[in-house]
């Protein structure tokens, strides 16, 4: 089991940053991929960021690529997404996840926590 606790959202203007943190419990995290997901209300969950196990390997989307970067801690179980340069548009409930592999489908995900909002004002 694999329980997932996010913070660092917030209310931030456009062009702002916020760092959000993913901190988990559970002896195994380390050998988890973690990702990060968002969702407005009345859409569908986008996938943003996703890194590997050991860090070694990360994937972003293309709405993410240059201005947002995903890190992980295994000593402190944490993972984090920076966001730089935010847009009105990356407004949403910010989710992370963790699955065996790293993937960008929601549903590869076993694991989830209860998300953090973020909102950005134009």
């Known amino acids: 089991q694999v329980q997932l606790v996010e913070s660092g959202g917030g209310l931030v203007q456009a062009g702002g940053s916020l760092r959000l943190s993913c901190v988990a419990s559970g002896q195994t995290f380390s050998s988890y991929a973690t990702g990060w997901f968002r969702q407005d209300p009345g859409k569908e969950r986008e996938f943003v960021a996703a890194?590997?196990?050991?860090?070694?390997?990360?994937t972003y989307a293309d709405s993410a690529k240059g201005r947002f970067t995903i890190s992980r801690d295994n000593a402190k179980n944490t993972v984090y997404l920076q966001m730089n340069s935010l847009k009105p548009e990356d407004t949403a409930v910010y989710y992370c996840a963790a699955a065996r592999q790293l993937r960008s489908r929601w549903y590869a995900y076993d694991y989830w926590g209860q998300g953090t909002q973020v909102t950005v004002s134009s």
């Open positions: 890194i590997s196990w050991n860090g070694g390997s990360t």
